[in-house]
């Protein structure tokens, strides 16, 4: 099952590339594997999907070991996995993200990201990150408002063991195309004004995350060069 939605989920974002003119080498699959067992990630790593993402961190942590005493031993380029931290993170759990993750896309509060930097172990690559940007203004939802993000940009930028890369988005689900793709769009022109006044630390911000299983193809549209796609690989979670 998962390798033939694998296919599926690639041939649509091909298409999107298609249609939109784009070279998909510009868009990277995240297999979104929140609730799914580490038999599946397994079986989507056998597919050749290398990065996943995942929400609840005891959760992933324990997914995180589980695929590495599986893998360890055999050749490392069939085995790499990149793992992304696309959920909520308290204070109490950034110990266990700077250790176990190789990106985090959830940042939307200076202090979360000072203590994932001091936390990050000596000897590790930096943390990647990103941004999550409440893009859509809804009252409720995590991540920082549009017109704050800069700031916190540069603020972010300028810690020493994270690598800032760009924005996440989750915006409400919208009913067609075209009010998908507006929204998107509204991401994309804030990631570009953000990616133009460059400087230290901007070195490398060239991400925009946003797109699921049902949006992915507006999302192409508006320029994302990171889909995240939980169900139409895992399939529906319980
Ligand atoms: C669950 C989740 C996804 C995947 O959603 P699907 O609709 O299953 O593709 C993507 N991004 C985030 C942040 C999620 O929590």
Same mark, same amino acid.
């Given at each position: 099952?998962?390798?033939?939605?694998?296919?599926? /989920?690639?041939?649509?974002?091909?298409?999107?590339?298609?249609? *939109?003119?784009?070279?998909? *080498?510009?868009? &990277?699959?995240? $297999?979104?594997?929140?609730?799914?067992?580490?038999?599946?990630?397994?079986?989507?790593?056998?597919?050749?999907?290398?990065?996943?993402?995942?929400?609840?961190?005891? +959760? $992933?942590?324990?997914?995180?070991?589980?695929?590495?005493?599986?893998?360890?031993?055999?050749?490392?380029?069939?085995?790499?996995?990149?793992?992304?931290?696309?959920?909520?993170?308290?204070?109490?759990? &950034?110990?266990?993200?700077?250790?176990? %993750?190789?990106?985090?896309?959830? @940042?939307?509060?200076?202090? @979360?990201?000072?203590?994932?930097?001091?936390?990050?172990?000596?000897?590790?690559?930096?943390?990647?990150?990103?941004?999550? /940007?409440?893009?859509?203004?809804?009252?409720?939802?995590?991540? @920082?408002?549009?017109?704050?993000? +800069? $700031?916190?940009?540069?603020?972010?930028?300028?810690?020493?063991?994270?690598?800032?890369?760009?924005?996440? &988005?989750?915006?409400?689900?919208?009913?067609?195309?075209?009010?998908?793709?507006?929204?998107?769009?509204?991401?994309?022109?804030?990631?570009?004004?953000?990616?133009?006044?460059?400087?230290?630390?901007?070195?490398? %911000?060239?991400?925009?995350?946003?797109?699921?299983?049902?949006?992915?193809?507006?999302?192409?549209?508006?320029?994302?060069?990171?889909?995240? /796609?939980?169900?139409?690989?895992?399939?529906?979670?319980?």
């Amino acid at each position: 099952m998962i390798a033939g939605n694998l296919d599926r /989920v690639r041939a649509r974002i091909a298409a999107a590339c298609d249609a *939109a003119r784009r070279d998909p *080498a510009g868009v &990277t699959l995240l $297999a979104v594997s929140k609730t799914a067992a580490a038999d599946a990630v397994a079986c989507a790593l056998a597919c050749g999907q290398h990065c996943f993402g995942e929400n609840y961190v005891q +959760e $992933a942590v324990a997914k995180i070991l589980a695929l590495r005493e599986r893998t360890d031993g055999l050749a490392p380029a069939r085995t790499a996995i990149e793992w992304h931290c696309i959920g909520p993170i308290q204070s109490n759990k &950034t110990r266990l993200v700077a250790e176990h %993750f190789d990106w985090v896309q959830t @940042i939307a509060q200076l202090r @979360i990201a000072e203590r994932l930097s001091a936390q990050r172990p000596v000897g590790s690559a930096p943390l990647q990150v990103c941004l999550q /940007v409440n893009i859509d203004g809804g009252a409720n939802k995590a991540g @920082i408002a549009a017109d704050e993000a +800069e $700031a916190l940009a540069r603020e972010v930028a300028a810690l020493p063991h994270l690598q800032l890369r760009g924005l996440m &988005t989750i915006p409400e689900p919208a009913p067609d195309f075209a009010s998908q793709r507006a929204v998107h769009e509204r991401a994309r022109a804030l990631f570009e004004r953000i990616a133009s006044g460059g400087g230290r630390g901007f070195e490398r %911000f060239d991400t925009l995350s946003m797109g699921m299983t049902a949006d992915l193809e507006a999302a192409i549209h508006a320029g994302s060069t990171m889909v995240r /796609v939980g169900t139409g690989i895992f399939g529906a979670r319980g």
